[in-house]
């Protein structure tokens, strides 16, 4: 019997060996947890200290040294370059260099000198006002605390968000691994392997998720004392013509991290209070999770209950995040868009009021010694002067192209905010972005039209709407009113009727419009304009042979489409039976329809 002695001995030593591996097995396994959990430890109290941090600084943001320090020396800068572009200005009025006289920049210094000195309070109003409302959410997410607590809303949140409980291994009991001496793990071992890849997991994406939502608060802080230290230098460039994107930059940027401290707080009081309040209810998903314990096992009921209640902390924290950045970005379009109407309209009663003083000493000169007549006989006498100098050769031609120059001025500068709104706002969105971008006044109207016919895509976006022609309507106003439509029509010429006046011929418009594009910006002109007859016979020859030789196939053929649809009708027809606006059509196309049949056209 040595042989079933001999493996007796050999079965009891692989026993052996496999129970110590399934031991070393276990012990490994739990310091892993530990470790985990130890490391996941250190995360979460980095991510609230730094919360802490960074909710502390920006409640003291304009007390900051830093900002009290670095706003003065900007200031004092910022009063320098002041005098300089008074010399400027000066200068400009002497040479009577457009944009830089007294009458368009002078007011302007004067409001922003008076600005410049007081800005900080001026901005300090606006971020008292923010930190009253992230006051209100962190006393409401800590009532039992002072007001201001940070540590204490820290503390709070870290509690209702749970994560610590990933790491509790009180149910995994280390002397139950007895049973696991066999090939096969057994029931303690496989909770400790689930219970293990769910904290990893979850540590990594839910610490993960705190340091971006406290580095997001701490570089809140860090901006807004860059923009508050750049704010007078950011003034000095609203004055300048060539630099206002720069002031409206820094009004985007301010707005910007302005309002993500409160909103941000806002949604994390609501992960609070939903934590708080909802994860003991006895109907909600945590207790309907753990109680059903059927034919599944406890240690599944538990990990699904803790995996469902980090998914919904990790959702509401990265959701918090992304709702945020959303809500500020379109606080900051709505700024930025409402201070181009409002900057208008301060710049023309600036300079109303800013030139009240040197009006005031002409009519008094002039009216030494004479009496003020009426408001309606001064009226009438000047309408019947302006209608008398009219007449006058030299006088009326030099008032007329006074006059008119003064309005090529005004166009030329509202179209150069749009093209600026358009650079600096709508270039580098998504096709998807454009479409949902919330236009606010003219100038943003313009602008999205703009952009939308310069990508061709402006049919696509109307095609959304119920009724194109009612949605394209604001979008035309616009930029009749700001002066655009000779950048829109350069891609979309068939809008030209659009423009045109009561009574004008819309096919007539277009061809002047066609006629205005050169033949390199022939190849910009919008497939959906060719697409139009109008459009296609207004084509001059070299428009034809640029077109021929650099665009696209797509775009040929679409205007060789739309010159043999309406040809080919006209073929059939008897040339006497034509009217003769017929047979002018048929004269253009049938030119055009010959350099297409071309070898150059192919």
Do not use: C
């Amino acid at each position: 019997m040595p042989s079933l002695a001999q493996a007796d001995v050999f079965s009891g030593a692989a026993l052996s060996t496999i129970a110590f591996a399934d031991d070393i097995m276990a012990k490994v396994l739990f310091a892993a947890v530990y470790l985990i959990g130890y490391l996941a430890g250190i995360i979460f109290m980095i991510a609230g200290f730094l919360l802490q941090v960074g909710l502390e600084l920006n409640a003291n943001l304009i007390n900051s040294p830093l900002v009290q320090v670095g706003w003065q020396i900007s200031r004092d800068f910022a009063n320098l370059l002041l005098v300089v572009a008074i010399i400027t200005t000066a200068l400009g009025t002497i040479i009577r260099w457009r944009g830089y006289t007294y009458k368009e920049i002078l007011p302007s210094i004067i409001v922003v000198a008076l600005l410049i000195n007081f800005s900080l309070s001026i901005a300090g109003i606006f971020i008292d006002a923010t930190g009253v409302v992230s006051n209100f959410f962190v006393a409401k997410a800590t009532p039992n605390a002072s007001h201001g607590d940070f540590i204490q809303f820290s503390s709070s949140l870290a509690h209702a968000l749970g994560l610590q409980e990933a790491m509790k291994t009180d149910h995994l009991k280390e002397d139950e691994f007895t049973e696991s001496a066999t090939f096969k793990f057994g029931k303690a071992s496989l909770q400790l392997l689930a219970a293990l890849f769910f904290v990893v997991a979850f540590t990594v994406l839910g610490g993960g998720t705190m340091m971006i939502l406290a580095f997001s608060v701490v570089i809140r802080y860090i901006a807004l004392s860059l923009l508050l230290i750049m704010l007078p230098l950011a003034l000095i460039s609203s004055t300048i013509p060539k630099f206002k994107k720069n002031w409206e930059e820094w009004q985007g940027k301010f707005i910007e991290y302005l309002t993500f401290l409160p909103v941000s707080l806002f949604f994390i009081y609501l992960t609070i209070i939903f934590l708080t309040n909802f994860k003991d209810d006895p109907n909600g998903i945590f207790s309907t999770i753990t109680s059903s314990q059927s034919s599944v096992a406890d240690f599944i009921a538990n990990i699904a209950e803790t995996a469902a209640r980090l998914s919904i902390v990790i959702g509401l924290l990265l959701g918090n995040l992304i709702i945020s950045k959303k809500i500020s970005s379109s606080a900051k379009d709505m700024v930025a868009n409402g201070s181009f109407a409002l900057y208008n309209k301060f710049r023309r009663g600036s300079r109303k009021v800013g030139m009240l003083p040197f009006r005031g000493a002409r009519a008094g000169a002039r009216g030494i010694g004479k009496r003020i007549p009426a408001t309606d006989i001064r009226g009438k006498a000047v309408g019947a002067i302006s209608r008398l100098t009219s007449r006058i050769p030299v006088i009326g031609g030099v008032l007329s192209s006074y006059r008119a120059n003064r309005s090529a001025q005004n166009e030329e500068l509202r179209a150069e905010q749009v093209n600026d709104y358009q650079k600096s706002k709508l270039k580098n969105l998504s096709n998807n972005e454009l479409f949902g971008y919330s236009e606010l006044g003219s100038v943003a109207k313009a602008a999205k039209l703009n952009e939308l016919s310069k990508r061709g895509k402006l049919d696509e976006y109307l095609s959304k709407s119920k009724d194109s022609e009612a949605a394209l309507k604001p979008f035309i106003d616009a930029a009749k009113k700001m002066g655009t439509q000779k950048d829109l029509l350069k891609t979309r010429p068939d809008l030209a009727g659009s423009f045109a006046e009561v009574g004008d011929d819309v096919a007539e418009a277009i061809e002047k419009a066609v006629g205005k594009i050169s033949p390199k910006d022939s190849l910009e002109i919008a497939t959906s304009a060719l697409k139009k007859v109008e459009v296609a016979m207004s084509l001059k020859m070299n428009q034809l042979k640029e077109i021929a030789r650099s665009a696209t196939p797509e775009k040929k053929q679409v205007l060789q489409n739309a010159v043999r649809i309406h040809l080919d009708p006209l073929i059939l027809k008897d040339t006497s039976a034509m009217s003769g606006v017929e047979k002018q059509i048929f004269e253009k196309l049938s030119k055009i329809d010959a350099f297409m049949e071309g070898p150059a056209w192919s």
